[in-house]
């Protein structure tokens, strides 16, 4: 497929001089994550949300977690939370990357966000990140009211990777039972570590095969190419019902389109209310890559309109 031919114009211009990630090894990981973080240094945040880092216990025999607690400056009462995971192919990232996201949905939504720093891959594959996540979460619903959150109205959400983790993590809640949740957002989750739908071979900006590739065989370690268990993997999960209701969304031109059309699918016949959403023309990380497109623009309107709804539920 010629991707270049189907990208949305606009995107296209937006992304012109924008590298792709086109496969990487582990030794280049510690310049990326340099230069990434660099680049989340220089943005600039509101002063409408206030910010603070907190150290919780982590899984048992392994390190505390870092979550950063976003919060709309002088709100009052238990407002409803959203607990995000960052992307970044499970080898980049960090809780920085929310800071922008938050800084819109708190004041708009009224809503508190926390972001975790979870361990990232090749150093710690799974089950590590996936641990350190539930470690965070845990604590965030059984600490909800010093917090200021109201734990009834509770979600979590990840983009990429972060979807990906999101998605395993409403498995692992729904599995261990010790506390629930009231919604899972999945934008453009990385749900499927055996690559063999149609889009996920396409030549596609911005996330392409190797870089794919790459990331699974970091996150997975030993157990690329074997027997991967669904919470590693969603999309490998073959028992959907019982999970919160779900918002997945991706562009047609996502190496991540089939994976998550057929997730949204199975999710929806196990009885889970989604909603799904694919824009037109546009690639991976679009909303976050190019955010004054129209594209980018809808896709925000849309995620927060389904995520007040959820807060007031």
Not at 175 to 184: S, V
Not at 248 to 258: I, Q, R, T, Y
Request: glycine letters at 10%; proline letters at 9%.
């Amino acid at each position: 497929m010629d991707a270049s031919a189907l990208l949305d114009p606009e995107i296209a211009e937006a992304l012109a001089g924008m590298p792709s990630f086109d496969g990487f090894t582990p030794d280049q990981l510690p310049a990326l994550r340099a230069q990434r973080e660099a680049m989340l240094a220089q943005v600039q945040l509101s002063d409408a949300v206030e910010r603070r880092d907190l150290t919780v216990p982590g899984p048992p025999g392994a390190p505390d977690v870092v979550i950063r607690v976003h919060r709309p400056k002088g709100a009052a009462g238990l407002l409803p939370a959203l607990y995000h995971t960052h992307g970044g192919g499970y080898v980049l990232g960090s809780r920085a990357m929310d800071d922008l996201r938050f800084d819109r949905w708190c004041p708009a939504l009224s809503c508190v966000g926390i972001s975790v720093e979870y361990r990232l891959a090749p150093e710690t594959p799974y089950p590590g990140p996936l641990e350190d996540c539930y470690a965070g979460l845990r604590w965030v619903y059984e600490h909800a009211a010093d917090l200021g959150i109201d734990r009834a109205r509770l979600g979590i959400g990840g983009a990429s990777a972060g979807g990906g983790l999101a998605s395993a993590l409403a498995l692992l809640v729904r599995d261990r039972g010790e506390f629930p949740i009231a919604f899972q957002l999945l934008i453009y989750p990385m749900l499927d570590d055996r690559m063999t739908t149609p889009s996920s071979r396409w030549e596609v900006p911005v996330w392409t095969p190797r870089s794919n590739e790459a990331g699974w065989r970091a996150y997975l370690g030993p157990l690329f190419g074997g027997d991967v268990p669904p919470y590693a993997a969603a999309a490998r999960a073959a028992d959907l019902r019982g999970l919160p209701p779900a918002y997945l969304m991706v562009g047609s031109l996502d190496g991540f389109l089939d994976e998550d059309v057929d997730y949204a699918m199975r999710l929806t016949h196990a009885g889970v209310p989604t909603d799904f959403r694919i824009y037109a023309g546009a690639p991976h990380g679009f909303d976050g890559l190019t955010p004054g497109t129209r594209l980018a623009r809808l896709a925000r309107r849309d995620m927060e309109e389904w995520l007040a709804r959820q807060f007031a539920a």
